[in-house]
């Protein structure tokens, strides 16, 4: 269901045009009543209310059958606020005169007001039984069910009353309102432009049209309403901040922020305004000026989550971690059941180097919207990384049944597949998410020549390995696994070309030295090969290679006849890698 809104303001009090008492000849006392009613209709409209309340105590004294000086009473006594006695004094109405539908109408309002929205919908109904063209009355009733939820019923009430009174404002805006809420933006639109066309100065509707038109990403047309609004008003705050969020939607970050300082030139307690201001400022990295206005939007109304939210966001951005935390945290306090903010947290966590902290985290993000794709696709990351491959897998599994076209999702199972051994698994991933399109289809190709070189499918790794190089022929590690793959294949001269390419492209590719000189081993050029694994041997500092290096060129070197160089570098590999077996059994 959707949130409860307050759609538009209460309806204006009926009128009771005609209900004044006549005067009669020789009645005194109804005379004296009539005098107090009129006096006090004179200072009601002078929002002198208790001065009218007193005239209209002084009718009833004179007359306590008149109900409408219990009417006016009322009237009165709501604008003061008494709404219980406002009440009291629109049953005292209703009980003189049955047939008052402008008080059963009146008193409809008051319960809305107080929250007894279904008893209010039964005066409004007893006012509309009693004079079935009282528009007002019908757009009070459409009010009242739209805050329970009723859109339907709503609808039909604004409808009858805008029937009744084609130029009533306020039904066609609260038509609007409610046609916008049930996702109908050109029947909103349309409601909106009909109450402009009754009323080209009512601001009102202009920025509800134009609000309307950004939610369907005609940001032109909102920009203009909003600044319609801003013509007939310059000082209605609102309108600049409407336009300013527009013009945010179109990246002119420069243009927003010129309308948010507008809105808070004219009003330096709007918290939205610097909510937004900070949104366009942190678009344009100015990240400190950001924080600075989400801070001031905190000041102006610490119980708002949002703000810390955001300025939690541009914390991280600038490197501070733990304040990003912080703010999160109080963001949760705030609103414990925001699963963005739990997954916030749990993505800067995991960048803080807690990744319990993080799958926690994640895990409230599901329990609060189980459908979360994102947050299943970051806990199977951190999974992931803490070898907790099949908790991973499910992971990617949950998020790919909730978003079976998300080829990123398959990307990342096929990688947490190859962890596993599970080649076969993860090609088939990767020929997923290429059939779904990725912005980068080289890598992907990429990745699945590994596997398919890692299955023994080495024909499949040379065209995905070719894929690749017609993407980026500068890809160095491309030419390199296809060298792999042709190697595996015996096709020996074919590979020293690739991995003549790899080196060229890469001269510090100390793997690539490594293939070469196996691969000119295999075609008879053992002076080569030596060469390749000596170079070998000097690059790799760390010895990551060089075991492999010394037992080939051991091999090369008996192969030409120098047996003792040969047990010199097949003792070096013995002492740098004990458990290399071809090295004992080849010296």
């Known amino acids: 269901a959707k949130t409860p809104v307050v759609i538009g303001s209460a309806a204006a009090l009926g009128v009771a045009g005609g209900l004044v008492a006549g005067r009669k000849g020789g009645n005194a006392q109804k005379e004296r009543a009539n005098e107090y009613i009129e006096s006090g209709q004179l200072k009601l409209d002078s929002k002198d209310f208790q001065g009218s309340i007193d005239d209209y105590s002084q009718a009833i004294a004179f007359n306590p059958l008149n109900a409408v000086a219990y009417y006016k009473r009322a009237k009165a006594k709501d604008s003061l606020g008494d709404k219980k006695e406002a009440i009291e004094d629109y049953n005292k109405a209703t009980e003189i005169n049955p047939e008052y539908a402008h008080a059963y109408n009146n008193r409809g309002v008051v319960k809305d007001y107080l929250g007894d929205f279904k008893s209010a919908i039964d005066d409004y109904s007893k006012a509309i039984e009693i004079d079935r063209q009282y528009a007002t009355a019908y757009s009070n009733r459409g009010t009242t069910k739209g805050k329970l939820e009723d859109y339907q019923g709503a609808i039909a009430d604004f409808s009858k009353a805008i029937e009744i009174d084609p130029k009533s404002i306020e039904a066609l805006i609260n038509l609007g309102i409610t046609k916008n809420l049930l996702d109908d933006n050109q029947g909103a639109i349309q409601a909106f432009s009909r109450a402009i066309e009754a009323n080209p100065q009512n601001l009102i509707a202009y920025n509800k049209r134009g609000f309307v038109k950004e939610k369907s990403k005609d940001y032109q047309g909102a920009i203009q309403d909003y600044t319609k609004a801003i013509n007939i008003n310059p000082k209605h705050s609102p309108a600049y901040v409407n336009r300013g969020f527009a013009k945010l939607q179109q990246k002119d970050y420069q243009g927003a922020i010129t309308d948010f300082d507008n809105a808070i030139a004219i009003n330096p307690q709007l918290s939205d305004a610097y909510i937004k201001r900070g949104l366009a400022k942190q678009e344009l990295n100015y990240y400190q000026e950001a924080i600075d206005d989400y801070s001031k939007a905190i000041e102006i109304n610490p119980k708002i989550d949002n703000p810390y939210y955001l300025r939690g966001s541009t914390k991280y951005r600038l490197g501070d971690l733990p304040g990003a935390i912080d703010d999160f945290d109080k963001s949760l306090e705030l609103e414990p059941q925001h699963a963005y903010t739990y997954a916030r947290r749990g993505f800067v966590k995991g960048k803080s180097g807690d990744p319990q902290?993080?799958?926690?985290?994640?895990?409230?993000?599901?329990?609060?919207?189980?459908?979360?794709?994102?947050?299943?696709?970051?806990?199977?990351?951190?999974?992931?990384?803490?070898?907790?491959?099949?908790?991973?897998?499910?992971?990617?599994?949950?998020?790919?049944?909730?978003?079976?076209?998300?080829?990123?999702?398959?990307?990342?199972?096929?990688?947490?597949?190859?962890?596993?051994?599970?080649?076969?698994?993860?090609?088939?991933?990767?020929?997923?998410?290429?059939?779904?399109?990725?912005?980068?289809?080289?890598?992907?190709?990429?990745?699945?020549?590994?596997?398919?070189?890692?299955?023994?499918?080495?024909?499949?790794?040379?065209?995905?390995?070719?894929?690749?190089?017609?993407?980026?022929?500068?890809?160095?590690?491309?030419?390199?696994?296809?060298?792999?793959?042709?190697?595996?294949?015996?096709?020996?001269?074919?590979?020293?070309?690739?991995?003549?390419?790899?080196?060229?492209?890469?001269?510090?590719?100390?793997?690539?030295?490594?293939?070469?000189?196996?691969?000119?081993?295999?075609?008879?050029?053992?002076?080569?090969?030596?060469?390749?694994?000596?170079?070998?041997?000097?690059?790799?500092?760390?010895?990551?290679?060089?075991?492999?290096?010394y037992y080939n060129r051991g091999r090369s070197k008996l192969q030409i006849g120098d047996y003792n160089g040969s047990v010199h570098d097949l003792d070096h590999s013995i002492n740098i890698n004990p458990k290399l077996a071809c090295a004992y059994n080849t010296r």
């Open 357 to 549: 902290g993080a799958i926690f985290d994640y895990t409230k993000a599901i329990e609060i919207n189980p459908k979360f794709v994102a947050s299943y696709n970051s806990r199977g990351g951190v999974k992931s990384t803490l070898g907790d491959y099949q908790g991973a897998i499910s992971d990617f599994c949950k998020a790919i049944e909730l978003d079976p076209y998300n080829s990123e999702l398959y990307l990342n199972r096929a990688r947490v597949k190859n962890h596993l051994v599970d080649y076969e698994g993860a090609i088939a991933d990767y020929s997923k998410t290429l059939e779904l399109g990725h912005s980068h289809p080289n890598l992907i190709y990429f990745e699945r020549a590994m596997a398919n070189r890692l299955s023994g499918q080495f024909k499949d790794s040379i065209e995905d390995a070719t894929k690749v190089l017609e993407f980026d022929p500068s890809s160095d590690l491309a030419f390199h696994n296809r060298a792999i793959a042709k190697e595996s294949l015996g096709n020996y001269e074919d590979a020293v070309v690739d991995y003549n390419n790899a080196l060229r492209l890469n001269p510090s590719l100390i793997s690539a030295y490594l293939g070469r000189g196996a691969a000119k081993s295999k075609l008879g050029d053992q002076v080569g090969s030596i060469i390749d694994m000596t170079e070998v041997i000097e690059r790799d500092t760390e010895q990551i290679l060089s075991a492999l290096a």
